[in-house]
C-alpha cells in the first residue's frame, strides 16, 4: 500500500473584521446573501476580497478582473472551501460558482508538492447541469 504524504487542508485565516461579526450580524448578513446553510462550525461569510485570505495572486487576479465584491455563493463558499471541507453548492446560472470552486481549488493546488508520475488529482470538482419545467 503507498504511503501518503500529508498536506495542509486549510488555508482560510479569519480576517478581524470577519471574527468581529456578532451572530446577530451574520444572520442578518445570510439573510441579505440569501444563503442557507448545514452543517456543524461553519465558518462566517466574507464581505470582500481581502477578507477571504486569498493571497496577493489571486487578489491581483481578481481585481484586475474587474469583480466589485463577492457573490452570495463566493461570500459564503470560500471561507469553506478554503478550510479544506467539501462543500456542495447550489446558485443560478451566473452566480459566480465557478469562481467560488475554483479559486480555493488553486490555493490547495498550488499548496502541494508536484505531481509525480502515477500520482491522482489533487481537486475535483463536479458540476451537474439540470432542467426541469413545471
Request: hydrophobic content about 45%.
Amino acid at each position: 500500500m503507498p504511503r501518503l504524504i500529508p498536506f495542509e487542508k486549510n488555508f482560510y485565516r479569519e480576517h478581524q473584521s470577519v471574527a468581529n461579526l456578532t451572530p446577530e450580524e451574520v444572520a442578518a448578513l445570510h439573510r441579505e446573501l440569501q444563503v442557507t446553510l448545514k452543517g456543524p462550525n461553519l465558518p462566517k461569510p466574507v464581505r470582500t476580497f481581502e477578507e477571504a485570505s486569498f493571497p496577493d495572486y489571486i487578489l491581483q487576479a481578481v481585481k484586475t478582473s474587474g469583480f466589485e465584491k463577492p457573490t452570495p455563493i463566493q461570500a459564503q463558499g470560500w471561507p469553506i472551501a478554503l478550510t479544506g471541507r467539501d462543500m456542495v453548492g447550489l446558485a443560478e446560472t451566473g452566480s459566480g460558482k465557478t469562481l467560488a470552486f475554483v479559486l480555493p481549488a488553486i490555493v490547495h493546488i498550488n499548496a502541494q508538492p508536484f505531481l509525480q508520475p502515477g500520482d491522482g488529482p489533487i481537486v475535483l470538482i463536479l458540476v451537474i447541469n439540470y432542467l426541469f419545467s413545471l
